[in-house]
């Protein structure tokens, strides 16, 4: 495979200091970004060192990992609060603005915006739902979905606002717990809801709770990814509180090892990827994802390693650490070896040789040259790279998507070369990722015969529309995060400036159509909360950096892969 230069060091605590609060959004460039997360903010106590700074070989067999106490891990967040304004709001319909910072009319109606969507269980706030628009029949748009309210989690805590995010954990866990069955199959314990909602029963003035495991959603494909962004919001919870006492509950840690039992029970895999059907993630309907999508890895990698950090190191946890510790080192050595793809290795896989037999052969999954199709090789700018879509046997899906890509520079799955590489192909490749509307969820679009028989003919999926090159607001706050992380704010305030000249105008539309992102969709929902929160979330991270620090983690470098030349390089 390709040849990466990857001996570099970086720092590993994973905290993150205060920008200037006086700092100006014209000037967020002159900041260096690389810096925030790298140094924590001096404390006066003493502790041990996090598991943020701590390598996995470290932790595998270790004394530490046998002996570890409630200190050495993330739940001693005296060093772990990275939200500065925790608690000082102006009031409770007004989002907390840093002096200096000059907002945008946008973000106030935005702000209105996600606190109508708002759902109450029991006089509680437990979520939002996906939308507000009232023009169209409702579906399941009237649902809290999990992975949907990532965005609107992240805004409310970012705004000193946790009660709703902690409810919404707690009533999701709850859920894991019921019995789910579709027709006569049950599915495992700990698969987590895609979405719910508050039933009312106006007979006996009694609420309850309805959740969807698939069962009704189309395809009838279980949510993979919502035990992964569950985690994920579990971490940022705690880390942006402090408050180690809900990831602590039994229950907490019961659900934890339950949803990732299901991905590291050993079986017939060759890979130390998940084995995924199509339409088991964000892209929820067939669009050729099935197999082992990067979507799913990087958001699998991610839960991973933030359950590293939630997870106590004893008794029931003990086992599981040690699994996720081996899991994490075939992961990031597999991913970032057969999935990374840059013009190095686009001329490497054109060359190679096939029907290669044994342990020695390079072209590992008899990838045939002449499957390459002609649109990647004028993609492939001189400097840049990405995570293709899927990698199996005689397989490559070589597509662009976006949420896999961000993920995998948040999580770290990509080595900073890499997370470099991507931030070069999104500035290179503008006109086609970004273009009038950020951000497309994958690129390009497929059509024709070839639209046929992937979609099946999908009506939604035509070709520049929805989730087959359709440019969705919501990956906006994901491309700042990575932009932040990787020292590039200047490529998501140009992003955002694309995004606040048609928004509002549009009415928060759920996706935009077309190649350039041009025309609303076809059939978006207008009010769209994740696109709504997906602003507030990216306008806030650029206000005050610090933000990222609950939704990225440093590099482990004890996980670098030597990567060699392919030999089926010939001269």
């Known amino acids: 495979m390709s040849t990466f230069n990857l001996n570099v060091d970086v720092n590993q605590n994973g905290d993150v200091k205060n920008a200037d609060s006086s700092s100006k959004l014209d000037d967020i460039d002159d900041i260096d970004f690389s810096k925030l997360l790298e140094k924590p903010r001096p404390l006066n ?6 598991l943020d700074e701590r390598s996995l070989n470290e932790l595998s067999g270790s004394p530490q990992l046998r002996n570890a106490d409630n200190a050495s891990r993330v739940h001693d967040h005296a ?3 990275i939200s500065p304004s925790v608690g000082r709001r102006s009031g409770f319909n ?11 009319p946008m973000v106030g109606e935005a702000w209105d915006a996600l606190r109508h969507s708002m759902v109450y269980f029991r006089g509680q706030p437990v979520g939002t739902i996906a939308a507000l628009d009232n023009s169209e029949e409702k579906l399941n748009y009237d649902q809290v979905f999990v992975r949907d309210f990532v965005p609107s989690a992240l805004a409310f805590l970012m705004n000193g606002e946790p009660d709703i995010v902690r409810n919404f954990l707690l009533k999701t866990l709850r859920l894991q717990s019921w019995e789910k069955k579709i027709d006569r199959f049950q599915l495992g314990e700990g698969v987590m809801p895609a979405s719910f909602k508050v039933f009312h029963d106006p007979v006996r003035n009694h609420e309850t709770l309805i959740a969807d495991f698939g069962e009704s959603a189309i395809g009838r494909v279980a949510p993979v990814d919502s035990g992964f962004w569950w985690i994920i919001l579990l971490r940022a919870y705690t880390k942006s509180t402090g408050d180690s006492s809900l990831a602590d509950m039994p229950e907490c840690q019961k659900g934890i090892r339950l949803i990732l039992s299901l991905c590291l029970s050993e079986g017939f895999d060759t890979f130390p990827t998940l084995l995924c059907a199509d339409g088991c993630c964000m892209i929820d309907r067939r669009m ?21 950090l939630l997870l106590k190191h004893e008794g029931e946890g003990k086992e599981m650490v040690e699994q996720i510790v081996k899991r994490l080192h075939a992961l990031s050595y597999h991913m970032r070896s ?26 590992k999954f008899n990838v045939i040259p002449d499957s390459l199709p002609e649109w990647v090789f004028d993609f492939m700018p001189p400097h840049g790279g990405f995570f293709i879509g899927n990698v199996s046997p005689a397989r490559m899906d070589f597509r662009w998507f976006a949420l896999g890509n961000c993920i995998a520079i948040l999580s770290s799955l990509a080595t900073p070369e890499q997370s470099t590489a991507i931030m070069d192909l999104i500035e290179s490749r503008w006109e086609e990722l970004v273009g009038e509307m950020p951000l497309k969820v994958c690129y390009p679009a497929i059509e024709s015969h070839e639209w046929r028989i992937v979609t099946g003919c999908d009506p939604k999926n035509t070709r520049w529309s929805y989730h087959n090159g359709g440019s969705w607001p919501v990956l906006l706050w994901l491309l700042t995060a990575a932009c932040i992380k990787t020292g590039r704010p200047q490529i998501a305030r140009r992003a955002i400036e694309v995004a606040e000249a048609r ?15 041009r025309y609303v969709g076809k059939q978006a ?8 929160a ?5 306008k806030m991270m650029l206000e005050d950096p610090s933000h990222v620090g609950m939704i990225a983690l440093e590099e482990d470098k004890q996980m670098k892969p030597v990567m060699r030349r392919s030999n089926s390089w010939t001269c």
Not at 292 to 305: G, T, V
Not at 354 to 359: A, K, N, R
Not at 503 to 517: A, I, R
Not at 534 to 538: H, K, M, N, Q, S
């Open 534 to 538: 997906g602003y507030l979330v990216a």
């Open 288 to 308: 050729g994802v099935y197999g082992y999508p990067i979507e799913i890895q990087a958001l699998f990698f991610m839960a991973l390693r933030c359950a590293l």
């Open 94 to 104: 007004t989002p907390r603005s840093q002096p200096g910072f000059e907002s945008h």
């Open 45 to 50: 106590i003493d502790r041990l060192r996090s």
């Open 503 to 517: 928004l509002h105008k549009d009415h928060w539309p759920e996706y935009y159509d077309g190649k350039l992102g």
């Open 79 to 81: 060093d772990y609060v």
């Open 338 to 363: 057969y999935f990374w793809l840059d013009l190095k290795q686009l001329n490497d896989i054109y060359r190679y040789k096939t029907e290669e037999y044994s342990h020695t052969a390079v072209n």
């Open 525 to 532: 929902r207008k009010s769209q909360t994740w696109s709504i």
